[in-house]
């Protein structure tokens, strides 16, 4: 009950901001006005207070779940601090009593919470406002579209924001560099709107207010999306243009993407997300592109252990020597 709960929240949360409240030209100030009423009066400080009681339950449950548990466990925490980033951002007046609440409990001690939830919390609000900052920029900019692949017309309109999350990126195994090595957010951004997907430089300078924007694809090119047999790796495949024959005709080519995700659910969150985004406007749930499993890394890694090396406890991802590795 608990994990429906917040979930309704949560959808909630992620619908409230896309309202459209007039058919005239859009004004950000009553929009933002119009967002915050919606959300003091659909989640209330009173289940801002129940949503953390519920969390505590789940910190005192113990280990030793069963994984149907611990996936409803994940899912909840996860969900929670959807919310309540996304009531940090959006609702001043909330903003204070909520964080009031989280101090309190600090103190007090009167719930016990995970000692990484709130500093993960003030990150996911940090990481809602960047990102609403991208999604004014695209709006006030024209965006390339080099090498499109298509015949068809990509939607028009206002681009809004769905998701975003730090990666590392390489496109067709060339792994690309950041502006900056030195800086404290060492990483791109992926941010996927109802549009495209757009690559991030976040150490460029003017991120996020006037960002650096190292790629843009549009789903009507996309071709199939490759789940890697890691939980942080994801590859998508494109179409396009390499050049032309002596007729004129265009030559067409795949080129994959794959996103290194900081965080491991942010990987999930990202496949199904674009995978209900190549849906065609006209079309059905049928004509998305395939969803299929990197099984060529997946018999490397098993080559691996049946070579009677010790088998691998935990892994994840590193830049070394100007390469992505695993380690």
Known sequence: ???????????????????????????????LLFAELCFERLLPLTLVRAIIRMLSSFSQSGDGQDPASA???TKLWESSKAVLAQLLEMCPNMKYTILEVFSSIHVFGTVVLRSSFLSSLLLKSKQNVAQSEVETFLNSVAIGRPNLASHMSPSSGTQRALLSAKVQVAVDGRLLRVTSLKHTECCFICLVTN?????????????????????????????????GC??????????????????????????????????????????SKLHALSEPPDGTAEARVPVQSDLVFARALEKQRSEGRAPSLLSTWVICDGKLSML
């Not at 243009?241 to 942010?266: I, M, P, S, W």
């Open 195 to 227: 549009q495209a997907v757009h690559i991030i430089d976040a150490t460029a300078p003017g991120y996020p207010d006037k960002p650096l924007i190292v790629d843009s694809r549009y789903f009507i090119d996309m071709t199939r999306l490759v789940r």
């Open 230 to 271: 890691t939980d942080q790796m994801l590859t998508i495949g494109w179409l396009v243009v390499k050049g032309y024959n002596a007729q004129g005709e265009r030559q067409v080519e795949e080129e994959f993407t794959t996103l290194v995700c900081h965080c491991e659910v942010d990987r999930d969150d990202l496949l």
């Open 1 to 31: 009950l608990s994990t429906e709960v917040v979930g309704f929240a949560s959808a909630v949360s992620r619908t409230v901001p896309f309202c459209d409240i007039s058919h005239a030209k859009p004004n950000k100030a009553l929009k």
């Open 71 to 73: 996936e409803e466990e």
